[in-house]
């Protein structure tokens, strides 16, 4: 490779258009992806990828042009390929949600998600869901029953398996249970996406021993299972700050996704998705992501240094719920946050909540970068 200097550059977007997908972004500086770049075909993808970016060339010429690509490139690089084949995949959904806006007025009128991020359920000592924690879970369903008139309910969860179950999934499954005035359940298989919930699947791998430090410590402080949630998880994030950044990126992604299926959704429906992952990738999200706006002087605080400022750890199938809607011309409104919790909610009632989209915008691009 020709001799080029990245560090002379303060961020990503600066490098150079053909040097972007050559480099990869790390904490102080870049990284050469010397991986994807044999053989000399990123050159050629990158003019593709450009093309799409700019609009030069629609999902199907795209395709084609990617075909007619592998077959010059004979040497094609296997890493280039599949970068290749993921860009052109979330390009095409981006398309078909454009699409839905302008040409199915039958679609995005007036619709209501809420996304609804959940702790799983109380574990045993193994990390298997605990019959409290099944007690928990089906509780959290006849909440979902009751408090509001959904048309549909699609549940996600993450794929971590401990102590011969996967907790997350198995607190989904006993909660959809619990919801049969809920006309369409939905549980979609998407490897990626459970993938993404869980916290063990970080590139960056979470450090959690700070948290089993936080436990043995609590007799002999009288701490409770709150304060261990506090302080344990305020340690990992604090010990472990990339895979902090890289969990909040992950639910940015997935949250963005979602947000964007409004567009596909038929109008004036109501459709809640139950998401259920672990502490550990819920609080780094908020962290990034949440907004607090003072009620009467209008002043905005953005995330938080420690949990303790919105009312400490997430508790045992704790939720809060991000809530969007369209109005009659397929506009997003806000996008605001409600914690479902009574005593969180009362500690942050000075506060408006809102999700800060342009740090969401960020950390969707970091995803995209990084580990799509």
């Known amino acids: 490779m020709e001799n080029f200097d990245p560090s002379q550059y303060s961020s990503h977007d600066k490098l150079p258009n053909d040097k972007k997908t050559l480099f990869k972004k790390v904490d102080g500086g870049f990284v050469y992806d010397s991986v994807l770049s044999e053989d000399g075909a990123w050159g050629e993808a990158v003019e593709l990828m450009e093309k799409i970016n700019n609009g030069a060339v629609n999902y199907a010429e795209a395709e084609a042009l990617f075909e007619e690509f592998k077959k010059r490139t004979n040497n094609l690089n296997q890493g280039v390929e599949d970068y290749l084949i993921k860009y052109l995949e979330n390009y095409e959904i981006k398309q078909e949600f454009e699409k839905a806006k302008t040409e199915h007025p039958e679609l995005g009128s007036n619709v209501k998600i809420i996304i609804e991020f959940i702790r799983h359920g109380a574990t045993m000592p193994d990390g298997s869901l605990s019959k409290d924690g099944e007690k928990q879970a089906s509780r959290l369903g006849e909440g979902l029953n009751?408090?509001?008139?959904?048309?549909?309910?699609?549940?996600?969860?993450?794929?971590?398996?401990?102590?011969?179950?996967?907790?997350?999934?198995?607190?989904?499954?006993?909660?959809?249970?619990?919801?049969?005035?809920?006309?369409?359940h939905y549980i979609p298989i998407v490897k990626k996406i459970e993938s993404d919930l869980n916290y063990k699947k970080l590139k960056n791998g979470m450090d959690i021993s700070p948290y089993r430090q936080t436990q043995q410590e609590a007799p002999g402080k009288g701490w409770d299972v709150k304060t261990i949630d506090t302080i344990g998880i305020d340690r990992i994030m604090s010990n472990s700050p990339k895979a902090t950044m890289e969990a909040a990126t992950r639910l940015s992604y997935l949250t963005k996704f979602l947000l964007n299926s409004i567009s596909i959704q038929?109008?004036?429906?109501?459709?809640?998705?139950?998401?259920?992952?672990?502490?550990?990738?819920?609080?780094?999200?908020?962290?990034?992501?949440?907004?607090?706006?003072?009620?009467?002087t209008g002043d905005r605080i953005f995330g938080f240094d420690k949990l303790e400022e919105i009312g400490g750890g997430i508790g045992n199938t704790e939720a809060f719920d991000i809530v969007a809607s369209t109005d009659d011309e397929k506009k997003l409104r806000e996008v605001g946050i409600v914690f479902k919790d009574k005593a969180r909610a009362e500690f942050l009632s000075e506060f408006d909540l809102q999700i800060d989209l342009e740090k969401l915008a960020d950390l969707v691009k970091q995803y995209e970068e990084n580990y799509l």
């Open 146 to 184: 009751n408090s509001n008139d959904y048309d549909s309910v699609v549940g996600l969860a993450s794929s971590l398996i401990e102590g011969g179950n996967e907790r997350a999934l198995k607190t989904m499954l006993i909660a959809l249970e619990n919801t049969p005035e809920i006309k369409n």
């Open 266 to 296: 038929k109008n004036d429906e109501k459709v809640i998705y139950p998401i259920v992952t672990h502490n550990i990738m819920i609080a780094p999200f908020l962290k990034n992501v949440l907004v607090r706006i003072n009620k009467k």
